[in-house]
């Protein structure tokens, strides 16, 4: 009897374990962004002047992974698909983000693409170029070493697609402004829930010794 009430403990144990580990994995995937961006600018995007800031988040469309994340994310139009790739948040190391500009309809790869990007951990610039110009619209930029392996925001503003010297004559989307998230793949949230998971069933498991003595 005192074993069928060990086992059933360690089963119950276990069981919650699952479910917390699972919370934790879907509030981790929508801190990830795991919903695409809105084609307009109503609702949650907010319009000034001739800039618009789009403020939902970016699609998750593959990962994370141990080794790096990709986000996607689109204009106000929906005419232009706007991938990153990096290398998830380490503390001490340089982080690598690959960004591709794409035609939505098709995917291929928008040639002249203009843009600025800003990456931030903490609140601290770890990156901040202006003016970018990619003649394949694809292009790779490492930031400065991390502090932590915290959460790594990204904003890339789009200026616009054409030749450097004939700003005249930019074509697409100019002045929106999309917002990235790069998550860890286990954050310290996920790992504290871990830990108070498995106490819960080192404790439960030494009850039911004492309950056999």
Do not use: C
Not at 78 to 104: H, L, Q
Not at 166 to 189: C, H, K, R
């Amino acid at each position: 009897m005192a074993m069928k009430t060990k086992i059933s403990s360690l089963l119950v144990a276990i069981s919650v374990m699952v479910i917390i580990l699972s919370m934790s994995s879907s509030d981790y995937a929508i801190a990830s962004g795991d919903v695409i961006q809105d084609s307009t600018i109503e609702g949650s995007d907010v319009q000034k002047d001739t800039q618009v800031i789009i403020k939902a988040p970016p699609l998750v469309i593959e990962g994370p992974s141990t080794e790096e994340t990709t986000v996607s994310g689109l204009s106000s139009d929906g005419k232009i698909r706007v991938e990153i790739t990096s290398s998830n948040p380490a503390i001490n190391e340089v982080m690598s983000i690959d960004i591709k500009f794409r035609d939505s309809n098709g995917g291929s790869l928008k040639q002249h693409a203009n843009y600025n990007i800003i990456a931030t951990q903490n609140g601290k610039e770890i990156l901040s170029l202006t003016e970018v110009h990619e003649h394949g619209g694809h292009g790779t930029h490492n930031t400065a070493s991390l502090k932590s392996d915290e959460p790594v925001d990204i904003q890339v503003m789009l200026l616009g697609f054409g030749l450097p010297d004939d700003q005249e004559n930019w074509s697409g989307p100019a002045g929106e402004i999309l917002y990235f998230n790069v998550v860890p793949e286990f954050g310290t949230i996920a790992v504290m829930i871990l830990v108070v998971a498995i106490t819960s069933i080192i404790v439960i498991s030494a009850k039911s010794k004492l309950t056999t003595i």
